[in-house]
């Protein structure tokens, strides 16, 4: 399908789902854009108190703490919210939901999340201007920028008397960095709340001013266990002692590398590898020791990787790839391969990109250029994912900056006001479009 025939269909597709057609601004509006403008330093004085909050994931007393001060401002905008903990066994705080409840217009599902990769004994703590436009802060940008977002977008529309008889539901996980397990417990509330609405839309970090993300690759954990005849090495590849443990881990990685690598937005990573005579790795921590000789055949090997994908039928695929490979062993040697389900995909539908066409249109209305579809190739797994399967998605609509994860991120306080105003008006026309 050539491009002028891809914008037409997804053209008719905004218009017979979402009923909406090229507009600027109405007076309505702009009033919301006031608002947002009028807001905005206050929007940097609450980002700079919640960063200033450690909530690492394993901290769940910083976790919920930040969740509390979220949960008296969206009480402050006549949200009813509510603290889910998770059962003290997971090791994980809980969730904050926040909703307005009414018949009008799309049922939204804002998405975010209160934790962040920095746990209390970061060197990497406090919220910290570099100059007008950038911040050193630690889960600023990832994601505590786009849960911001989503609270003064809110607000606008509240101070605008605009949120009467809409249905808005804001999920801001306690444990996004590091999923608590069983994910049928973890997301329990987060895909409940998807089943209840018409569009998810998801507040991770900006990939770019003018992206969006219409597809997330999902994440899946593979671990690779095998075993050899341990033996003087002068015996190795007789009938007697065969290959060895490495030889066949050697073959079965190769074969990987070979034969699964190869179709689009699929990728598998041999993250960890130990091989020798005795092994011993805790998953708890990811370390882990061997012992072997140069004379003496290995017995054991392991190793453990992720595997990423853009659906479930590519997944599937990948997997009994590697389990065929895993079988066809070498002499003397045995191997098994197991796997662990992380994040589903989210993939690129049609509905999704017309999701993507109001947000460019809303965008080109407020003066802020085309908005487009990022490369799936380059995102992470994120909440969205979960909830993929039962709503038409959008993703990346958070705050920008740099070094996400790392003790050099940033986040770009210059675009805040800009993306909250583009937030609140696409949540003003997501509500007030017909079913």
Known sequence: ??????????????????????????????????TVTKNNG??????????????GTLNLTGVKEVGMVFKDAFEGINFNTQWIALPSEM????HLFAETSGTKGKKLLLIGHLDTVFEEDSPFQTFKKINDSIAHAPGGNDMKGGDVIVLYALKALHENGLLDDAQIIVAFTGDEESTGKPLSISRKDLIDAAKRSDIALGFENSTGFNYATVARRGASGWALEVSGKRAHSSGVFSENVGAGAIFEMSRILHQFYTDVKGEDLLTFNPGTLLGGTFVN?????SKGDAFGKSNVVAQKAMAKGGLRFISEEQKERARNKMRTIVSQNLPKTAAEITFTDSYPAMRPTSGNHALLGILNQVSLDLGQGEVK???????GAADVSFVAEYVDCLDGLGTMGTGAHTPQETVNLNTIEALTKRTAILIYRLINSRK
């Not at 790795?281 to 921590?285: A, G, L, M």
């Not at 579809?373 to 995102?379: F, L």
């Open 1 to 34: 399908m050539n491009k002028t025939k891809l914008k037409l269909l997804v053209s008719c597709i905004m218009f017979c789902v979402y009923g909406t057609t090229a507009q600027k601004l109405s007076r309505t509006e702009k009033k919301i854009v006031n």
């Open 91 to 94: 090791g994980r705080a809980g």
């Open 281 to 285: 790795f805790d998953s708890t921590t």
């Open 42 to 55: 206050d929007a940097i004085n609450f980002l700079e108190k919640v960063v200033n909050i450690n909530s």
């Open 373 to 379: 579809a990022y490369d799936p190739g380059k995102r």
